[in-house]
Each structure stands twice: as C-alpha cells, then as structure tokens.
C-alpha cells in the first residue's frame, strides 16, 4: 500500500497570511491525526479525525483548525499565521480496527516571516 | 494531562554495543507505548509498541519494556549499527484514537 502523503511538502507565508495543509492517509485508513514537530517544543498533538468527524483536540488555539473529507482525506488550516507557526506538521493515519498505531506522513514545512 | 519524560537526550555509543532510551509516564490510564525513530529530513516510523497487558516484546535486535507499576518503558537496541543512529521518540496514549504524548526525543549516534 501506499504510504501517507502530505501536501505541499514546502510552504513559506508570511505573517497574518492563513494556510491550508493536505493528507492523504493510507488507503483503508479512516482515522487521520496532526502533529506539530518543533526543535523546542518536540511533537505535540494537534487534533484527529475519524468519520468526517474530530475526536480529539489538543492544546491549540482555534487559529488552527481542520476537517476530514469522506474518503478520509484531511485538511489543516492556519488563519493569521505567526512567526511561532513555523514548524513541520505531520500526519498520521490508523487503520479503524487497530488505530492505536499511527503512521506518519512526510510532513509540510511551513516557515512564516 | 499526560506528561512522558525521556532520557537521555543524546547517547553515543560504537558499533556493536547496546543502547537503552528510557521513558516515564505520569498517566496510570494510559495502555499503549510505541517507539518511533526519526533519521534526518524523514517522517517518524513505527519501529516497535507495547500494550499495557504486555511487559516485554522483542523484534529481532529491538526491544521493549514496560513497568506498569513504576510506570515506565525502555527501549534497548542490541548490536548496534550506523544505521541505527537517528531520533528516537517515545510515547503514550491512553485509547484508540486518542492523542500520543510524546518524550522529547533521544539523539543516538553509532559510530563505527
């Protein structure tokens, strides 16, 4: 099977600009996770999607946002980017039967200026 | 919420020798551990996990342990090679589909 796919790969906005990101989870998953991956903050969940729906939601402010589509394909998005935004943000998708494992994406680099 | 602490942040060892990654959880409810290793400019993979009911796995040169009761998990890498050195990440999740808190990540570098 295919891997994750993320899409774009690079972006660079600048401050005040909104941004959306794209995933491509692996055929048969329907469960779809975001991350963002600082050098000083580490990995830290974003929010996750399954069935078009969000379960979870981490300790963002409502700046970022995202949906899933029906065939599980997700979206993030990023209104009135800040410099902090600068980060990679990773997907992750889990087969619904056994969605305790995730498997990344490659990531979109995203820097603000 | 759940905190994971991960040590030590940077590990050095030759090839051929053993590395261990320790991690500690705060959350007694969370049942899942996986292990993620990260090389340079590459996506996080699944390279091992353990489940709460579970106190030891292997695959091949990997390993993983957990202490439910001192609530913390080890990785150990046995004969390592260059290949192996990269990011490793720890973390834990409490259910399906729930968020997986990370450790801040160990450097390892296998020299030859």
């Known amino acids: 099977?295919?891997?994750?796919?993320?899409?774009?790969?690079?972006?660079?906005?600048?401050?005040?600009?909104?941004?959306?990101?794209?995933c491509?989870?692996?055929?048969?998953?329907?469960?779809?996770?975001?991350?963002?991956?600082?050098?000083?903050?580490?990995?830290?969940?974003l929010f996750e999607y399954f069935s078009e729906t969000q379960r979870n939601k981490?300790?963002?402010?409502?700046?970022?946002?995202g949906?899933?589509?029906?065939?599980?394909?997700?979206?993030?998005n990023v209104s009135t980017l800040e410099l902090g935004d600068s980060a990679l943000y990773l997907c992750a998708s889990s087969p619904a039967d056994r969605s305790y494992e995730q498997y990344f994406g490659p990531g979109t680099r995203l820097t603000v200026t | 919420g759940e905190n994971v602490e991960q040590?030590?942040?940077?590990?050095?060892?030759q090839e051929g020798d053993s590395a261990v990654i320790k991690c500690t959880y705060s959350d007694s409810a969370s049942n899942y551990f996986p292990w993620y290793k990260q090389e340079l400019g590459k996506r996080p993979q699944l390279i091992i996990?353990?489940?709460?009911?579970?106190?030891?796995k292997k695959d091949q040169r990997i390993a993983?342990?957990?202490?439910?009761?001192?609530?913390?998990?080890?990785?150990?890498?046995?004969?390592?090679q260059p290949e192996d050195s990269a990011v490793y990440f720890c973390a834990a999740s409490k259910a399906a589909g729930t968020a997986l808190i990370f450790g801040k990540g160990t450097t390892l570098s296998v020299s030859s």
């Open chain 1, 58 to 65: 981490g300790n963002f402010p409502g700046r970022f946002s």
């Open chain 2, 7 to 13: 040590h030590p942040s940077t590990l050095s060892v």
């Open chain 2, 64 to 80: 993983v342990t957990l202490n439910k009761t001192a609530k913390h998990f080890s990785l150990h890498i046995t004969e390592t």
């Open chain 1, 24 to 45: 491509s989870p692996i055929s048969g998953h329907r469960s779809v996770s975001w991350y963002q991956q600082t050098p000083g903050q580490g990995l830290q969940f």
């Open chain 1, 1 to 22: 099977k295919a891997g994750v796919t993320q899409t774009p790969r690079y972006l660079i906005k600048t401050r005040g600009q909104q941004v959306t990101l794209s």
């Open chain 1, 67 to 76: 949906r899933q589509f029906s065939n599980s394909r997700s979206e993030m």
């Open chain 2, 49 to 56: 996990d353990i489940r709460s009911n579970v106190g030891e």
